[in-house]
């Protein structure tokens, strides 16, 4: 069985039901089985910074699917839930990344692992803390990375419980 910890975003439409969606459709698939969802975080938009707030969750689940398998699952997802590629880094109904696959480390093109800019991500590493204190990237645990960053964009959303809807 293989350890792997997933990270959602979505920041158009119904985005509750987008993360919702997201969630049923991979606790339905035969080969994959959600171990723990984190709090749901209202998180201010990164990199293309003039659109909307973003709803951010991570999750961890045991699958015996390979990584490009897993891969193919998010794209999926992404695109059942009609996630549509237009501006880079722009607004999508929802994003499904694999931040972490047991311990492998790989740059390969198209599935770089650990993903490769968790460490300077707020939104990524606050939920990750919900589930795993002690994870280590790169030699280091987790709240080294966090330490550094502005948490101040980053706000719990107290009202939403994603895993007592599925
Ligand atoms: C300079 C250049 C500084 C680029 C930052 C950061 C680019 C993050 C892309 C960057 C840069 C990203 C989410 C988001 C995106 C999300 C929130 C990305 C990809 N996804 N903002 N921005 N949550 N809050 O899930 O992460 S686009
Ligand atoms: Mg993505
Ligand atoms: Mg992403």
Not at 61 to 66: G, K
């Amino acid at each position: 069985m293989n350890k792997a910890y997933l990270g959602l975003g979505t920041n158009m439409g119904n985005r509750v039901k987008y993360l919702r969606d997201a969630c049923v459709m991979l606790s339905n698939h035969k080969n994959i089985s959600i171990c723990k969802i984190s709090k749901v975080y209202e998180t201010k938009a990164w990199g293309y910074t003039n659109q909307d707030d973003f709803l951010n969750i991570c999750m961890e689940i045991d699958t015996n699917l390979e990584p490009e398998e897993l891969l193919e699952v998010c794209h999926n997802i992404e695109n059942q839930l009609k996630r549509v590629r237009t501006i880079r880094w722009g607004p999508r109904t929802i994003d499904v990344d694999i931040l972490f696959f047991n311990n492998i480390a790989s740059d390969d093109k198209v599935l770089t692992l650990p993903h490769p800019r968790i460490k300077e991500r707020a939104f990524v590493l606050i939920p990750l803390m919900d589930l795993n204190k002690e994870l280590i990237i790169d030699d280091k645990n987790i709240s080294c990375y966090l330490s550094k960053l502005n948490k101040e964009e980053i706000e719990e959303v107290k009202e939403i419980n994603i895993a007592f809807s599925i």
